[in-house]
């Protein structure tokens, strides 16, 4: 099927979008290693300061589908944008840890507006939706391969203060672009009858009320225990890289001397992440969602335990390990989403990925204080068996949803699709 314009104005202000939030939550663990220096601090303290902001990234996206339900989701997505932008500027004018914690909660606030509003203008707006969410996806990994990786670079001739300043012109870019863009957001619905207006605080509440005695409740379970994998393991792997002794032993060329090989290899597990995503979504449509969830957790469970033995055996091996974390880490979101659309009604699918958000960026962070703890009070090999028992907790989980009963099949083969293909 050939995309309309329509189509082809939202999907590239949404790919736009999409990579632009996932290019600023990816470039703050990097920052979080210069942070440690530039303000004295221990990794907890810098712990606490990434975790509120990445927080709130997941708690404000039940209001934000709700606000753009009322408002209509390009204005949201534009707000998003320009409050993203803004507070990585603020980040720029910090001079404490406190500083930084205000602004990476600015960050958070408005970025949790993105995928709630995001989600919906594909839905309601786009005629050839299995494309566009694949589309979709993909710009999402890149950005989160691009953020860290210009970050990392940036911060080889640049002062940090000023990299947060640079970070924010792509956001700035797309903010340009939104303006500019002329589409119809409800050109997809506008002929069937479906609802786009608002829901009533007593529909919320009941439809929230079902969603949460159901099935869904174990997919809930499944996404928050993905997210304090996911939260637990990127935050802090930056700094755990740069700290290897077969990472610091290589000496750079004179004139990159400051390289950190270790954010590189963190780039590249990323860029492994885009292949994982991939594969996963084409198995979603001959494996059962909750039995590929639970081979992937197991797998991050193994992968978890071994990064402590990995980390002690030369360049290639730690190089190696980084490529397939990745590829199981990012495997599991094609599962995950479309485990959302197996399991719930197609008229509280918005409502869902709302609480799937919430979940996997809210609750999940929770992981980043508590890694914070273990780093400073245990050790390397504490965190990582910890999340180790949290991969093995959903995979216990996902073999629950396995004898669980579907109260819908999925809608349609672009259901599976934008499954797959977003972040």
Sequence with gaps: MTLND??????????????????????IPIFLVVWLEAFDISIAVAGIAVAA??????????????LADRYGPKRLVLACLVGMSVSFVGLSLATSIYGI???????????SVYHPAGLALISTGVEDRGTVFAWHGIAGNLGIALGPFATATLLLVLDWRLVAVVLSIPGAVATLYGLRARFDPTAAVADDGESTGSRSVAEFVATSRSLLTGSFLLVFAVVTVVGLYYRGVLTYLPELLNGLPALAGIEPPAALEELSLGDYFYVALLVA?????????????????????????VGLAVLAVAFVPVSGLGLLPILLYCGVLG??????????????????????????????????FGLGSLSIALGG???????????FVTLAAIALLGAGIAARLLFSPTPVASESPDAADASAGDD
């Design 273 to 297: 992440g885009m292949a994982g995503q991939y594969v996963a979504g084409k198995l979603t449509s001959r494996v059962p969602v909750a039995r590929g969830l639970a081979v992937v957790f």
């Design 327 to 360: 590829f199981a880490l990012f495997a599991i979101e094609p599962f995950y989403q479309e485990a959302v659309a197996v399991y719930t009604p197609p008229d509280a699918r918005g409502l869902s990925y709302g609480y799937t958000y919430l979940g996997m």
């Design 101 to 111: 914690a205000a602004a990476l909660v600015c960050w958070g606030v408005t970025a």
């Design 373 to 383: 703890y273990l780093l400073d009070h245990a050790t390397t090999a504490a965190l």
């Design 53 to 66: 902001g990445y927080a709130l990234f997941g708690i404000g996206a039940l209001p934000a589908g709700l």
């Design 6 to 27: 329509n189509d082809r104005s939202i999907a590239a202000f949404a790919m736009l979008a999409h990579a632009t939030v996932h290019w600023f939550e990816l470039a």
